[in-house]
């Protein structure tokens, strides 16, 4: 069953890089799936981040797209998010989720976890 | 960019009525494209139907999608205690995603 799990700091000062980790397990993240980034502020919808296809290309949100950096590590079998210079507004939940394969939707989802930007 | 709204905001019902939850896109797009996801407190959001009409595994079929061009429509036939969440409608385009802000649906 394809599980995936999130991690990284609970806690990222101001200005700061907000690094996370998506460890995947019982698949292998190189085999033809993709893996995206999504996140919801407390209490707000969902704003997808970025994704990453096995080939290493990757797609940002435009609003975004000039603090993300999504990779993937294939012999960690994980994927990754780095957001730079945060503020209180990337407060957040923070999912990974898988796509791919012909589906235009996210069909896996990590559990989150929640990352609070403040002094 | 395609923007998703979603209508209403919130809905509150009573077990066992029917729930009409609308997404709206700002241009036409490709039904195989349009997907909805529950998200209940606490928990990441649920795949409920994709390629507008589609239900994913494990879903029942009190829930049904239909809808095409702009207008698009997820339905719950008859709400079940465990129906009342937020729903999310989702588009996927030129290998961007967009979600809509979601509709509550709360107990009356």
């Known amino acids: 069953q394809v599980q995936l799990q999130e991690s990284g700091p609970g806690l990222v000062k101001p200005s700061e890089t907000l690094s996370l980790t998506c460890a995947v397990s019982?698949?292998?993240?190189?085999?033809?799936?993709?893996w995206g980034w999504i996140r919801q502020p407390p209490g707000k919808g969902l704003e997808w981040i970025g994704s990453?296809?096995?080939?290493?290309?990757?797609y940002y949100n435009p609003s975004l797209k000039s603090r993300v950096t999504v990779s993937v590590d294939t012999s960690k079998n994980q994927c990754s998010l780095k957001l730079t210079s945060v503020t209180a507004a990337d407060t957040a939940v923070y999912y990974c989720?898988?796509?791919?394969?012909?589906?235009?939707?996210?069909?896996?989802w990590g559990q989150g976890t929640l990352v609070t930007v403040s002094s | 960019e395609i923007v998703l709204t979603q209508s209403p905001g919130t809905l509150s019902l009573s077990p066992g009525e029917r729930a009409t939850l609308s997404c709206r896109t700002s241009?036409?797009?490709?039904?195989?494209?349009l997907a909805w996801y529950q998200q209940k407190p606490g928990q990441a959001p649920r795949l409920l139907i994709y390629g507008v009409s589609n239900r994913a595994t494990g879903i029942p079929d009190r829930f049904s999608g239909s809808g095409s061009g702009t207008d698009f429509t997820l339905t719950i036939s008859r709400l079940e205690p465990e129906d009342f969440a937020v729903y999310y409608c989702q588009h996927y385009g030129s290998s961007l995603f967009t979600f809509g802000p979601g509709t509550k649906v709360d107990i009356k």
């Open positions: 019982g698949y292998s993240i190189s085999s033809g799936y993709y």
């Open positions: 241009q036409s797009v490709s039904s195989s494209f």
């Open positions: 990453v296809y096995n080939s290493g290309t990757t």
């Open positions: 989720a898988r796509f791919g394969g012909g589906k235009n939707y996210f069909d896996y």
